[in-house]
T-cell receptor, first 116, second 117 residues
Framework: AQKVTQAQTEISVVEKEDVTLDCVYE???????LFWYKQPPSGELVFLIR??????QNEISGRYSWNFQKSTSSFNFTITASQVVDSAVYFC?????????????FGQGTILTVHP | DTGVSQNPRHKITKRGQNVTFRCDPI?????LYWYRQTLGQGPEFLTY????????KSRLLSDRFSAERPKGSFSTLEIQRTEQGDSAMYLC???????????????FGAGTRLSVL
């Protein structure tokens, strides 16, 4: 069985602060993929990044960066110099393939509020 | 290229009524997923179609729930004899078959929010 835990329910920061969203996962599969999605108030989940279990290189995309550490089963997401438009709910998700037919297992989500 | 479209966006119904939601995936995608999201939680998987074949159903999908994808294009999710516990956001996602099921990126619609009174 797969499990994703996002221990931070809500985070509140002031604009321009850096913020890190934590994600810890559990799976017995050796091949799996991790994802981050953003859910703005409109409700649509927006894909942000995908990472496979064999690639532990950190990734940076503009103000976003991701730190994948297989040893601690974590896939954390950092927003640098946060902006009000970053306010949303962020979900970490796991897809272990195998017999799961590609279904995503999501964490509970972290509500990020960026104040001006 | 339009994204995943879901209709209606909101549905209010009385307990015991039947409701049907529609999902139109991205046109070239042959994989389609339904998820349910309750307040303060992440989406939970309900069912998966590859073309018109329903390949997996979650235990969450009780006998009152049925999903179809008759021609491998749009999909419908029907809930019969709705209960207050069915109140949730119902999300549809689609993906292409160019990559493995584990690797593929699922693209989501904006969801249908169901309120059962």
């Amino acid at each position: 069985a797969q499990k994703v835990t996002q221990a931070q329910t809500e985070i509140s920061v002031v604009e321009k602060e850096d913020v890190t969203l934590d994600c810890v996962y559990e799976t017995r599969d050796t091949t799996y993929y991790l994802f981050w999605y953003k859910q703005p108030p409109s409700g649509e989940l927006v894909f942000l990044i995908r990472r496979n279990s064999f690639d532990e290189q950190n990734e940076i995309s503009g103000r976003y960066s991701w730190n994948f550490q297989k040893s601690t089963s974590s896939f954390n997401f950092t927003i640098t110099a946060s902006q009000v438009v970053d306010s949303a709910v962020y979900f970490c998700a796991l897809n272990a393939g195998g017999t799961s037919y590609g279904k995503l297992t999501f964490g509970q989500g972290t509500i990020l509020t960026v104040h001006p | 290229d339009t994204g995943v479209s879901q209709n209606p966006r909101h549905k209010i119904t009385k307990r015991g009524q039947n409701v049907t939601f529609r999902c139109d995936p991205i046109s070239e995608h042959n994989r389609l997923y339904w998820y349910r999201q309750t307040l303060g939680q992440g989406p939970e998987f309900l069912t998966y179609f590859q073309n018109e074949a329903q390949l997996e159903k979650s235990r969450l999908l009780s006998d009152r729930f049925s999903a179809e994808r008759p021609k491998g294009s749009f999909s419908t999710l029907e809930i019969q004899r709705t209960e207050q516990g069915d109140s949730a956001m119902y999300l549809c996602a689609s993906s292409s078959s160019e990559e493995s099921e584990a690797k593929n990126i699922q693209y989501f619609g904006a969801g249908t929010r169901l309120s059962v009174l």
